[in-house]
């Protein structure tokens, strides 16, 4: 079973910048996609951004294109967020997901593709 963990959540401004953290338990991950995940106050959990295993292969939402940047070290087992210019809409628990399948070259936005996730951890963005 792959234990993942999220860090780096906290309370900002608008305008400010935050990095996630995702840390996995095995190397396991390093063959896998990984996406962020987030779910709002009321809302459906949606994609915000992913990586494919070798990181040729990034994509993000359109809501967060241009202000987030997902990276990965596989030497670490660990895969990133950093978050610009965050606006109070981005307020909400961000979750990594590793995806189901090895070695795919497209990052997929479905969270029925992931199967092993994290606890998530709290941004919450003040205006």
């Known amino acids: 079973q792959v234990q993942v963990v999220e860090s780096g959540g906290g309370l900002v401004q608008a305008g400010d910048s935050l990095r996630l953290s995702c840390a996995a338990s095995e190397h396991t991950i390093n063959s896998r996609s990984i996406s962020w995940f987030r779910r709002a106050p009321g809302k459906e959990r949606d994609f915000v951004a992913g990586?494919?295993?070798?990181?040729?292969?990034?994509h993000y939402s359109d809501s967060v294109k241009g202000r987030f940047t997902i990276s990965r070290d596989n030497t670490k087992n660990t895969v990133d967020l950093q978050m610009n210019t965050l606006k109070p809409e981005d307020t909400a628990i961000y979750y990594c997901?590793?995806?189901?399948?090895?070695?795919?070259?497209?990052?997929?936005?479905?969270?029925?593709?992931?199967?092993?996730w994290g606890q998530g951890t709290q941004v919450t963005v003040s205006s």
């Open positions: 997901a590793v995806e189901k399948i090895p070695y795919t070259n497209v990052v997929l936005t479905t969270p029925l593709r992931y199967d092993f």
């Open positions: 990586i494919n295993w070798n990181g040729a292969d990034r």
